[in-house]
């Protein structure tokens, strides 16, 4: 099968039909083997990515920076804008195709909705959008769901009976907004979602129609416990204290839930549930919950951001699936 996203962007999770999924979460599986066996790896070599970030990131960056280096390219990493000549006043497209001028490929994270379109009119290089606005972090998405498959292959479930529920400010967040848009990709169209969240922080309707236009069952709560023994998918969130402007409304949602062993007690066992975060946590899941086998953040999620990553930056840059079958049997 030819490579579905060779010259691509990768703009919104949405774009993904469910081939495409499949194949970026096998070759995601691939990649972690690739790089669970060490083994110097050079499918990339010769490719530069620009990872081109307006706005904070520990995961997206280091992990867009390994990857590319995992897979023997080359990088040029701009986390602060305010040491590129932005800070003299060059806008989007002129930094977006310079940038292009020395680079295969650019992981865009930038404070506008819009921003990875208008970067895909300066140039004709694969642009991946690393977190635009409050709109879109698809290449989240795409390792949640790795995560995800990940635990429903160990555990024997199957994707179309998942309930998933998504807590916190689901209003701001733009890992629950792309991740809304794939599920029902995933999941075949068919799972219940819960939504919960403060009043004020609530899912946006445009969201919430599509997903039930999909034909999934969802529902909106204010009540986290009505719904955690429901779960098998519990998709904890933080409180964006970025996007508000007022410091007090921030103060009054921050601490609305909050994920401890109690509530852990409460939630579906070891095998039959799991507990996710796109990170950075604040206070939002208690530490003591870390060690809980169910809590897969630190030992799954993370990691398979890597390893979602190598698969992205090889789809886009054209590689084949049979090169990197080759790397693991040889
Ligand atoms: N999940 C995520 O986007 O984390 P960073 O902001 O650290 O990249």
Not at 9 to 19: M, R
Not at 66 to 84: F, H, K, T
Not at 240 to 253: I, L, T
Not at 283 to 295: G, H, M
Request: with cysteine.
């Amino acid at each position: 099968m030819t490579n579905p996203l060779a010259g691509k962007d990768i703009l919104t999770s949405d774009q993904f039909d469910l081939e495409t999924l499949e194949s970026v979460l096998r070759w995601t599986e691939m990649m972690r083997i690739i790089e669970q066996t060490g083994r110097p790896c050079d499918l990339l070599n010769g490719n530069i990515l620009t990872a081109l970030f307006y706005q904070p990131s520990s995961r997206t960056f280091g992990s867009f920076l390994s990857a590319m280096q995992r897979l023997g390219g080359g990088i040029i990493p701009i986390q602060n804008v305010d040491y590129s000549s932005v800070i003299k006043g060059e806008d989007l497209p002129d930094t977006i195709a310079t940038f292009a001028s020395y680079s295969d490929v650019i992981a865009l994270r930038h404070p506008d909705n819009g921003s990875s379109l208008i970067a895909t009119d300066a140039t004709e290089k694969p642009i991946i959008n690393a977190g635009s606005g409050t709109s879109e972090h698809p290449t989240q998405t795409l390792l949640d769901i790795a995560t995800i498959e990940n635990y429903v292959r160990r555990n024997g479930r199957s994707r179309k009976e998942l309930v998933l529920a998504m807590i916190g400010d689901l209003k701001n967040g733009r890992t629950v907004h792309s991740f809304l848009g794939l599920w029902p990709t995933y999941t075949m169209n068919s799972s219940t979602v819960y939504c919960v969240s403060p009043e004020s922080l609530r899912m946006p309707i445009d969201l919430l129609r599509n997903a039930r236009n999909a034909g999934l069952e969802v529902e909106e709560t204010t009540d986290l416990n009505e719904v955690v023994g429901l779960a098998d998918v519990l998709y904890m969130t933080r409180v964006q204290k970025e996007w508000f402007k007022d410091a007090e409304e921030y103060k009054e949602v921050k601490g609305e839930y909050v994920i401890t062993p109690e509530t852990m007690e409460r939630a579906k066992p070891e095998g039959e549930m799991i507990l996710l975060h796109p990170f950075p946590r604040v206070d939002e899941i208690s530490r003591d919950v870390d060690s809980d086998p169910r809590a897969q953040y630190m030992k799954i999620q993370i990691p398979y951001g890597l390893y979602t990553r190598m698969a992205i930056l090889a789809a886009v840059l054209g590689v084949e699936e049979e090169q990197i079958s080759g790397y693991i049997e040889d």
